[in-house]
């Protein structure tokens, strides 16, 4: 009996070595590491295209999807925005072929584009039709039908428009409000269809901006070529403006900050306008407008009508209010010409300015050459020095 007892404790306690080896000796099974949230995340499509009537909707919904947004020949349905705000950093966007606008009476805009590294670019032979003889009336915004604005970049940074062409726009073609360092080149603005009816089709409205630069700009309108009515380090250059209201710094006073600094305007040509070179403050108000510069531009007034043209250059502090009661709340210092030649209107005033008391200094004039019109004969504190002639 203790011989099979022996035996049955020796074979138990093998049994129970042999367990203990086999849990050794199995490997414990790997950890799950906790999920990313940026493995939720699908990744990006490295193109999508986007036409037709729907694909306005489409895109505007697919956008962060996206890193190359391709709008071929869309259709935007009459008061509805072609919503691409809020891009990923690094978004492009293409236009191809024609994409139109339908009409509709309000405010606007038809497009609209928001992020930080954006490129937005027009394929060859591509236009943004914004059927604009539907709505103009010869009142722009000031009556008749409620007229749209265009193409809204509004908190774009570090961005590029290029090679955009817009064609007949209702009214204001491009708002570039809160941006910095934008650029824009070889952009069209073509609303010549409008010279009876249009107005307010200004090109480029620039507010609250920091670093915009915009060269090769073709430009035929019925309002401002470019205003600037807030913002600093500014250039626009090689352009070529027909039939509006000229390069201008301002309307000055209606902004929440009414500041313009360091703004330079080169190599270009003002063509058929009712006046090339333009600083406006609104009577009443204050800020400044300090370091702005008109180089190389030149003025070809040949065949522009009579009563189109007002002015060459023009410095008016009494915009909106009463003509010929400048105010001073607005200081316009550092204000540079520099060649600065050509030819205005028979009835045109050459140079003409309205300054308030004291509150225009610091100018500095070199080659201004403007033949044609007439010479002013009701200028108003002009400053003193700097080769400055009205």
């Not at 915009?212 to 205003?227: H, L, M, P, S």
């Not at 028979?346 to 309205?354: K, L, N, W």
Request: proline fraction near 3%; charged fraction near 15%; glycine fraction near 14%.
């Amino acid at each position: 009996m203790h011989q099979r007892l022996g035996k049955s404790m020796a074979t138990a306690i093998f049994c129970l070595f042999l367990g203990i080896n086999s849990v050794i000796g199995t490997p414990a099974p790997a950890v799950t590491p906790a999920p990313r949230p940026e493995d939720a995340v699908a990744p990006r499509a490295s193109a999508c295209t986007f036409s037709g009537s729907l694909g306005y909707s489409s895109a505007s919904v697919s956008k962060g999807s996206c890193s190359t947004i391709v709008l071929s020949s869309l259709q935007v349905p009459g008061g509805k925005t072609l919503n691409l705000e809020n891009l990923k950093d690094g978004t492009t966007v293409v236009f191809e072929g024609t994409t139109t606008f339908g009409y509709a009476e309000w405010e606007g805009s038809l497009f609209s584009v928001s992020g930080n590294k954006i490129t937005v670019k027009g394929a060859q032979g591509s236009v943004l039709d914004g059927q604009g003889a539907l709505y103009w009336d010869g009142q722009g915004g000031s009556g008749g039908v409620t007229k749209p604005k265009f193409f809204k970049a509004n908190h774009l940074n570090d961005s590029t428009l290029q090679g955009i062409t817009i064609k007949n726009a209702p009214k204001n073609s491009f708002s570039l409000n809160y941006v910095n360092n934008l650029i824009v080149k070889d952009v069209t603005v073509d609303d010549r269809d409008g010279e009876a009816l249009g107005k307010n089709t200004d090109a480029f409205n620039i507010n609250n901006a920091d670093g915009v630069t915009i060269t090769g700009a073709k430009v035929w309108n019925q309002d401002d070529c470019v205003a600037v009515n807030s913002g600093k380090n500014i250039y626009f250059g090689s352009g070529f403006c027909s039939g509006g209201h000229g390069l201008s710094i301002g309307s000055i006073g209606d902004q929440t900050v009414n500041v313009v600094s360091n703004v330079t305007f080169a190599d270009s040509t003002v063509q058929k306008s009712q006046q090339s070179v333009r600083i406006k403050t609104i009577s009443g108000a204050t800020g400044t407008v300090q370091g702005v510069t008109y180089r190389n531009i030149f003025l070809d007034g040949a065949g522009v009508d009579a009563d189109y043209s007002d002015y060459g250059v023009v410095v008016t502090q009494s915009y909106g209010g009463d003509k010929g009661k400048p105010t001073n709340g607005v200081a316009v210092t550092g204000f540079v010409l520099q060649n600065v030649t050509g030819t205005v209107g028979s009835d045109a005033a050459r140079i003409y300015i309205e300054c308030g008391v004291g509150s225009c200094s610091g100018w500095n004039w070199s080659g201004v050459s403007i033949i044609g019109g007439k010479k002013s004969t009701s200028c108003q504190n002009v400053p003193s020095g700097g080769n400055i002639a009205c």
